[in-house]
């Protein structure tokens, strides 16, 4: 095997997998080891990779040819594509015993856990055989020193800790998209996820919450107080927020609402009287809005803005003031590459699309899929009565409410979605 005989395994985590052709499989997400008896450390069996759509699965070790800092590296293509479990006598060492408070041999000196060394033997077995411990100094300003010490000369690395902190395994997940954080947190005990989730700010917590199932959604959100729960709400697109409400009885609703900022939750309620399966239900109440004399260059601008998303800043739709929903009139909108062909001086209200039909609040979604797809729009909007916008019907909308209900939860899809190998891991 071309690799180091010592790998850290924290500084492995988000490494990519290839195959022996080069192509990527997948990212490693932990390293499963397997508890022996007496005073020998784990056996490292494997590592646990993140594959497209999600899933994880498990990567023998001795499938693995190489490790280092930029690649992992599979000397087989053939992969047991069954969703990862965790048995009963494995440890996951990221997620079990990153931030664990432990004591160090002989003079029992608390520190935790910062990271996880797994070695190779001469005859070629894996195990884990050093920790990183960073001493408790008890001093808030100071940083205790950090000590490699021998897996035996380390007390409180078995069993369940009682109080674990956080801050280590953030790190390892702070360049995690925020789909693919709330995947980790999905395999996370319900205790240890809540506490990640708590310890994220408000921003990034609100990204992750919408990429979560609606029941984890609600537990990560009663588990916080209620003046948290309101502040993460506001950080929400006021759709994804509307959909987290919804699952809440109306009494919690409206002492959240009233906790949030009245323009921040005037949108949010607004959203929850739509009937549920139509457009007023689904569409974003903040599309990209701008007057029809503003110029080609300032709609561009506009959408390069970074917190927009891609189905979002696709197009910029022309109304007369106000430029908040309820909009003044609806005039018409203009999609990027449109813009992009046009002088960056000209006016918008010369480059618009208005030959299409607007959606009503009430449109049901087979209608407003059969529209997009006959019209290849990514975004449609959605007027009322008197002609004013709305809202916006974004493709990403659409998918999020035309799959099954629990597409995000991982388990329910795994179980809907048979393996095309044989069962079993290789180890």
Not at 62 to 69: K, L, P, V
Not at 150 to 179: I, K
């Amino acid at each position: 095997m071309s690799t180091p005989t010592r790998v850290y395994l924290a500084r492995l985590s988000g490494v990519a997998v290839f195959d022996p052709n080069g192509d990527q499989v997948g990212r490693v997400r932990d390293a499963v080891a397997r508890l022996r008896s007496g005073q020998r450390p784990p056996e490292v069996v494997g590592l646990v990779a993140e594959m497209p759509m999600r899933r994880r699965i498990f990567l023998s070790i001795n499938r693995i040819t190489s490790i280092d800092a930029d690649a992992v590296v599979l000397g087989s293509g053939m992969l047991n594509l069954r969703r990862f479990e965790k048995r009963p006598n494995e440890l996951l060492v990221l997620q079990e015993l990153l931030d664990r408070r432990v004591q160090v041999q002989p003079d029992g000196r608390a520190g935790t856990v910062v990271d996880v060394a797994m070695e190779c033997s001469r005859g070629g077995e894996w195990s884990l055989a050093r920790v990183a411990v960073r001493e408790q100094t008890g001093r808030l300003a100071r940083r205790g020193n950090l000590h490699q010490v021998e897996w035996d000369n380390v007390r409180g690395l078995s069993g369940v800790a009682d109080a674990r902190g956080t801050a280590n395994l953030l790190a390892v997940l702070e360049d995690m998209r925020p789909a693919d954080l709330a995947n980790a947190l999905q395999d996370l005990p319900d205790s240890r996820r809540n506490e990640v989730a708590a310890a994220l700010d408000d921003e990034r917590l609100a990204d992750v919450l919408s990429e979560l199932p609606e029941h984890d959604q609600v537990e990560i959100l009663a588990a916080l107080d209620r003046e948290r729960a309101a502040d993460i709400l506001e950080e929400m697109d006021p759709d994804d927020a509307a959909d987290l409400l919804g699952e809440l009885s109306p009494p919690e609703q409206d002492v959240l609402l009233d906790l949030m900022e009245p323009n921040e939750a005037d949108p949010v309620r607004q959203l929850l009287k739509y009937t549920p399966g139509t457009a007023g239900s689904v569409m974003t109440s903040e599309p990209v809005i701008l007057p029809p004399d503003a110029t080609v260059a300032e709609a561009l601008a506009r959408i390069r803005e970074p917190q927009l998303s891609p189905a979002v800043a696709a197009q910029v739709f022309v109304t007369r003031a106000p430029m908040t929903t309820p909009t003044g009139r609806y005039l018409g909108m203009a999609h990027f590459q449109r813009l992009l062909r046009e002088p960056p001086a000209d006016l918008l209200g010369g480059v618009l699309v208005n030959d299409i039909d607007p959606l009503r609040p009430t449109t049901p979604l087979p209608e407003i899929t059969r529209r997009m797809a006959t019209y290849d729009l990514v975004a449609m909007p959605v007027i009322d009565r008197n002609n004013r916008l709305v809202g916006a019907v974004t493709v990403d909308d659409v998918l999020d409410h035309s799959l099954p209900r629990d597409w995000r939860d991982r388990s329910a899809v795994m179980s809907t979605n048979p393996d095309p190998v044989t069962e079993g891991r290789d180890v």
